[in-house]
């Protein structure tokens, strides 16, 4: 019975070793499972870390589509009720409003604190955004709608001291200007004899006898010939006749405002001026002193506004410092005739 407990004793207390020995971690165990945590707790670290990401660039993105639905609602409103432009280009649109206490709505962007700024009439400036959320990086008005525009009846009076009054928009004249390259169609009226002068051969569909044409480069410069039965050619730049040396003369379209200026010149009748502004002697502004004249066509009360602007998150974190560009087109639903 002795000898039984004595063997009962031993094999307890191996069994219990083997027990205990079973329930305890090596080193290379507790080395695998710390780095199996250190892992799970980098990869649940990382994924918290990409979604609140995710989530604030989505709280930009929506930021920045708020600012720009207010900008186009904006725009749209004094725009679509403008009567006309007064002046257009750059980062300024200046409209012409049928009321005495908005007009001129002036939009412009100051480069210095990235802000667009609305002014109706002699009130204050408004802010439209505030550049330390959302900042306006660039901001650009321009006018668009039809390649071709005729010349307004108010402002259609060139000048030539032998003749007299040139009427770029007498009835019967149908003149259409291209905006930009492109050719000029239709006739100028002199006033003192009656005859016209043809801007293009299609005009009195003479081309399969003599062709020519003015016509426009991309920035407004004219050149080529016109003709008059009764005064012969009218060059409108003196790379046309091969003249610069001699007399550096030419006429120009603005291509923001629609604005002729500068000389033609006929060997017949002289020069003809299309513009006040330098009508005078040494092309001297004579607009006040002798008589306020031009010629312009309709792009600032005919055409529809286009808008290309930037915001841009203000934020020192790359990562959220997000840009968006936009372009929107308005139209001016009633302009003045």
């Known amino acids: 019975m002795k000898k ?24 290379l165990e507790l080395l695998i499972y710390s780095g199996i945590l250190v892992i799970s707790a980098g990869l649940v670290s990382g994924i918290v870390y990409t979604v609140s990401k995710a989530n604030l660039r989505t709280q930009v993105n929506e930021e920045l589509n708020i600012q720009l639905t207010r900008f186009e609602e904006i725009f749209r409103q004094k725009i679509e009720s403008a009567k006309g432009i007064n002046s257009i280009g750059g980062s300024t649109v200046n409209l012409k409003i049928d009321d005495v206490n908005k007009d001129p709505t002036e ?13 109706e ?19 650009s008005f321009s006018p668009t709608g039809p390649s071709k525009t005729s010349i307004s009846p108010t402002n259609d009076y060139a000048w030539n001291d032998q003749v007299g009054w040139i009427d770029f928009a007498h009835s019967g004249g149908n003149v259409y200007v291209a905006r930009g390259a492109g050719d000029l169609w239709g006739l100028g009226y002199v006033l003192s004899d009656s005859h016209w ?4 051969c299609v005009s009195t569909d003479s081309c399969s006898s003599i062709e020519y044409k003015v016509f426009s480069d991309a920035d407004g410069n004219l050149f080529g010939w016109a003709w008059s039965e009764n005064f012969g050619w009218i060059s409108f730049n003196c790379l046309t006749d091969n003249s610069c040396s001699f007399s550096d003369y030419k006429v120009i379209i603005d291509q923001d405002t629609g604005e002729f200026d500068g000389y033609a010149y006929s060997e017949n009748i002289g020069w003809i001026s299309f513009n006040c502004k330098t009508g005078g002697a040494g092309r001297k502004d004579i607009c006040f002193s002798t008589s306020d004249y031009k010629v312009q066509d309709l792009r600032l009360r005919t055409i529809s506004v286009k808008v290309d602007i930037t915001v841009q998150y203000n934020s020192e974190k790359p990562e959220l410092a997000i840009s968006r560009t936009n372009t929107f087109v308005f139209n001016i639903i009633t302009p003045t005739k």
């Open 107 to 119: 939009f412009t962007l100051t480069d210095n604190d990235n802000v667009v700024y609305l002014q």
């Open 197 to 200: 002068i043809s801007l293009n």
């Open 4 to 27: 039984f407990n004595t063997e009962y004793r031993i094999q307890n207390t191996e069994y219990n070793y083997s027990r205990s020995a079973r329930k305890a971690f090596t080193l």
């Open 121 to 139: 009439g002699t009130g204050d400036q408004a802010a439209l955004n505030d550049s330390k959320r959302v900042k306006v990086t660039s901001l």
